[in-house]
């Protein structure tokens, strides 16, 4: 077999393992066998970029933690320094040759060695030694190099291998942010059930097994209809309609008939059960759009919650530790999962292989509860652990020491005292020092985030996103339904200005029962395009609109990912059917004012033609971020260039301020920008006078633009406009804000969790 297959094997074999002393044992073991080499040797990165001897195969265990090697030392350090493999016969006499006494390195006659690089840095070097005077061929140095390349994925998430011997370490593991906040509590796994795993059997009986699928089906939905019960004082209408969704699953033809098919044809309930989930899951997890991917995990999720009630085990058993917070913890965390706890009791929720499109996220949204998603599976999570789910930076802590758990209690205190410090801001206008007027709105989506945002003051709604009503439903949602939700909206801030965007999918966000397959969605049909395509649905939805704000003056109108005057005469045209429609079936309805986000690069260059068409714009700061830059902030790969406060989007977004105060054309800002107080520093410095931002996040900014003015800020500006990357803008600004006293300023929990691991760790002694 050639070496590069086995890499699948070796790194999973690895990331299945308990703790890094275990896994770096196993991969050195498992490549010395597959290479046929006397010694495997893993050397990682520590302190000042020293390379120090983590573990070994064929070395003596004596050197394991005690030879370390400046990056200025040895072949090890050439491999570092120069980030390129080597390949040698006599290594002794190269001339960057280190010998280390009593390890018996002069024994072996060739050296080969490939470097470990994550995010662009040097995390450690793999190397082999044959005692045979012999290079190694070009599959032994591919397949050294490759696998190298796969390992520095994996290290990545050792957070304190110097200390671990064969306890537990603490670990860091990253994912993505599915519902913002700071969770601790022990571990309840929730998919010890894998339908996949069932073994396929016979039916003896074909009548009495269709039976038992009915009656199982009927004691399920049952169940679903009881947990909706169970939330009901948490869940709005749009977030209760995901246990409907659930329900249609239950009842769907294609899903009853299939067990059915399958147990006909000799299969019995469990594996005929497995048959047809198997199917419709690949079917999903085939498909190209995140969306409908995702919801290969409900498919997934509902046949385990049916193989596990057909055993009569409904759920794990809690973990019995009395009052203990819980973290649900689960390849696919569900809603039942969600259901099944009660609220005060659930800390948390880490899903490996979730995204937050999934129902789970929307639902641990609207409940509060922090979430993070997409862990995958470099270590394995287990029943019983103690975890801090940090939802803020999107990671979780496993094993933390006290010193860590402590400082993200004190920070959570914090937060919370400083939440009850600021209450008394709620009332009172965001007006800066000089006298201007900041309109502070919040960005929606569910009727769940209504209260929170009055009750921090908001003064409107600056983004409401229409389409998580689509995504939770089986299918589009009709005029009445849509009218009876925006006018729930409206009516809550009734007096206030709520901007709601028109239906914005595609791309991430697509519908589940509207498929859409591209090759580059994020490029393709999606947001305005999406919606003058599909003219019809964007009738019904402006017309739902029209009607919620009859009488009234708080609608906005925004058009997403516009990138050509077409589109906004297309929809000016529509919008005016609308209006003469409803006016002719006797409403008393206006034409509401229009405005385009700009967060397509082709935008900016474009305002003044869109003038006459437009009332206002809104800076879509996440969207225009990503596509000015090119990166995707959802991909860990990449994740880490991705900041608003690159050079390039500062001074796009500055052009668009200016330019829109040339055009007299009202301007916001929403998305991260807004609530990112050093970004809104800057913001406040271009003339940008209305943000929209998480409700969370308001009491903040309302405090911080209390403590500036127009000039204070445009000083900040020049200065940041004069840095040469977003390294140094941030370091300014955060020294700014630290003098000003911005609540939180010094607080920042990744670098004090960052400080007592380095404080914790055991130096290692350097060899002699």
Same mark, same amino acid.
């Given at each position: 077999m050639e070496l590069i297959l086995e890499l699948p094997r070796i790194i999973q074999t690895a990331a299945e393992t308990q703790n890094p002393a275990a896994q770096v044992r196993l991969i050195v073991d498992s490549i010395q066998r597959e290479m046929n080499v006397d010694v495997c040797s893993l050397y990682l990165a520590g302190d000042d970029n020293d390379m120090v001897l983590v573990a070994s195969h064929g070395l003596g265990d004596r050197a394991i933690g005690r030879t370390r090697l400046r990056a200025s030392e040895g072949l090890i350090g050439l491999v570092a320094r120069s980030r390129h493999p080597v390949n040698l016969v006599d290594p002794a006499q190269h001339p960057e040759f280190r010998f280390f006494e009593g390890?018996?390195?002069?024994?072996?006659?060739?050296?080969?060695?490939?470097?470990?690089?994550?995010?662009?840095?040097?995390?450690?070097?793999?190397?082999?030694?044959?005692?045979?005077?012999?290079?190694?061929?070009?599959?032994?140095?591919?397949?050294?190099?490759?696998?190298?390349?796969?390992?520095?994925?994996?290290?990545?998430?050792?957070?304190?291998?110097?200390?671990?011997?064969d306890a537990a370490p603490p670990v860091v593991i990253r994912g993505v942010a599915g519902a913002p906040g700071v969770g601790i509590g022990i571990v309840r796994r929730c998919d010890d059930v894998d339908l996949f795993a069932?073994?396929?059997?016979?039916?003896?009986?074909?009548?009495?097994?269709?039976?038992?699928?009915?009656?199982?089906?009927?004691?399920v939905q049952a169940e679903v209809s009881d947990e909706k019960d169970m939330l009901g004082e948490y869940l709005s209408?749009?977030?209760?309609?995901?246990?409907?969704?659930?329900?249609?699953?239950?009842?769907?033809?294609?899903?009853?008939?299939?067990?059915?098919?399958?147990?006909?044809?000799?299969?019995?309930?469990?594996?005929?059960?497995?048959?047809?989930?198997?199917?419709?899951?690949?079917?999903?997890?085939?498909?190209?759009?995140?969306?409908?991917?995702?919801?290969?995990?409900?498919?997934?999720?509902?046949?385990?919650?049916?193989?596990?009630?057909?055993?009569?085990? =409904? $759920?794990?058993?809690? /973990?019995?530790?009395? &009052? #203990?917070?819980?973290? %649900?913890?689960? *390849?696919?965390?569900?809603?039942? @999962?969600?259901?099944?706890?009660?609220?005060?009791?659930?800390?948390?929720?880490?899903?490996?292989?979730?995204?937050?499109?999934?129902?789970?996220?929307?639902?641990?949204?609207?409940?509060?509860?922090?979430?993070?998603?997409?862990?995958?599976?470099?270590?394995?999570?287990?029943?019983?652990?103690?975890?801090?789910?940090?939802?803020?930076?999107?990671?979780?802590?496993?094993?933390?020491?006290?010193?860590?758990?402590?400082?993200?209690?004190?920070?959570?205190?914090?937060?919370?005292?400083?939440?009850?410090?600021?209450?008394?801001? =709620? $009332?009172?206008?965001? /007006?800066?020092?000089? &006298? #201007?007027?900041?309109? %502070?709105?919040? *960005?929606?989506?569910?009727?769940? @985030?209504?209260?929170?945002?009055?009750?921090?003051?908001?003064?409107?709604?600056?983004?409401?996103?229409?389409?998580?009503?689509?995504?939770?439903?089986?299918?589009?949602?009709?005029?009445?339904?849509?009218?009876?939700?925006?006018?729930?909206?409206?009516?809550a801030y009734r007096g206030k200005p709520v901007y709601m965007r028109v239906l914005d999918v595609g791309g991430d966000k697509p519908l589940p029962y509207f498929p859409i397959r591209e090759e580059n969605p994020a490029l393709g049909w999606r947001g305005i395009r999406f919606c003058l395509d599909n003219s019809s649905l964007l009738m019904t939805q402006v017309r739902a609109m029209l009607r919620a704000d009859a009488g009234g003056d708080c609608l906005r109108i925004l058009l997403p990912m516009v990138s050509a005057t077409g589109e906004l005469v297309r929809f000016g045209g529509i919008l005016d059917d609308a209006v003469q429609q409803l006016r002719a079936e006797g409403l008393n309805v206006t034409r509401p004012p229009v405005g385009a986000m700009v967060e397509v690069p082709a935008a900016i260059s474009q305002l003044a033609l869109w003038r006459a068409h437009i009332d206002f714009i809104s800076i879509g700061s996440n969207d225009l971020s990503q596509y000015l830059l090119a990166v995707d902030r959802n991909n860990p790969r990449v994740a880490g260039a991705y900041?608003?406060?690159?050079?390039?989007?500062?001074?796009?977004?500055?052009?668009?301020?200016?330019?829109?105060?040339?055009?007299?054309?009202?301007?916001?800002?929403?998305?991260?920008?807004?609530?990112?107080?050093?970004?809104?520093?800057?913001?406040l410095g271009m003339g940008i006078r209305t943000l929209s931002m998480n409700a969370a996040r308001l009491p903040r900014i309302k405090w911080l633009v209390c403590r500036l003015d127009a000039d204070l800020a445009k000083d900040r500006l020049q200065a940041a406009l004069a840095a040469a990357d977003s390294t140094q803008i941030r370091r300014g600004l955060q020294t700014f804000l630290e003098e000003i006293g911005y609540p939180g300023a010094e607080s920042n929990p990744q670098d004090n969790v960052g400080q007592i691991k380095e404080d914790s760790t055991t130096s290692t002694p350097r060899a002699s």
């Open positions: 390890i018996g390195e002069e024994d072996f006659r060739s050296f080969g060695a490939a470097p470990l690089v994550r995010g662009g840095d040097i995390v450690g070097v793999l190397a082999v030694q044959c005692r045979e005077p012999r290079p190694l061929s070009s599959e032994e140095e591919a397949f050294l190099v490759t696998l190298a390349a796969q390992l520095a994925l994996v290290v990545a998430n050792w957070s304190d291998w110097q200390t671990a011997g069932v073994v396929d059997g016979a039916c003896a009986d074909t009548e009495a097994a269709v039976a038992e699928w009915h009656e199982l089906l009927r004691a209408g749009e977030v209760a309609a995901i246990f409907d969704a659930y329900q249609m699953l239950l009842a769907d033809p294609s899903l009853v008939s299939g067990v059915e098919r399958e147990i006909a044809g000799g299969r019995d309930l469990p594996s005929a059960l497995k048959s047809v989930v198997q199917h419709f899951a690949d079917l999903f997890m085939a498909m190209d759009d995140p969306y409908l991917r995702t919801r290969h995990e409900d498919i997934r999720h509902l046949g385990n919650r049916l193989y596990s009630a057909w055993r009569g085990e =409904r $759920d794990a058993a809690p /973990v019995d530790i009395e &009052g #203990e917070p819980l973290v %649900l913890v689960g *390849n696919q965390v569900g809603v039942s @999962d969600i259901a099944s706890l009660p609220r005060e009791r659930l800390a948390g929720l880490v899903s490996l292989e979730g995204s937050i499109m999934s129902h789970a996220s929307i639902l641990a949204s609207a409940l509060g509860i922090p979430a993070v998603l997409g862990i995958g599976h470099s270590r394995p999570i287990n029943q019983g652990e103690r975890i801090i789910v940090d939802a803020n930076a999107g990671q979780v802590l496993v094993n933390a020491s006290a010193a860590v758990e402590q400082e993200y209690l004190r920070l959570a205190s914090e937060e919370h005292a400083l939440r009850g410090r600021l209450a008394h801001l =709620r $009332d009172k206008p965001a /007006v800066m020092r000089d &006298g #201007e007027r900041v309109n %502070l709105l919040v *960005n929606s989506g569910l009727l769940a @985030d209504l209260s929170p945002g009055l009750d921090a003051g908001a003064e409107g709604i600056g983004l409401y996103r229409t389409e998580i009503p689509f995504m939770v439903r089986a299918g589009f949602p009709s005029e009445e339904e849509q009218l009876h939700l925006y006018r729930n909206v409206i009516d900041d608003h406060l690159n050079p390039a989007v500062v001074r796009e977004v500055q052009r668009i301020a200016e330019s829109a105060g040339a055009l007299e054309l009202p301007v916001s800002v929403c998305g991260e920008m807004s609530s990112d107080p050093a970004a809104v520093v800057l913001l």
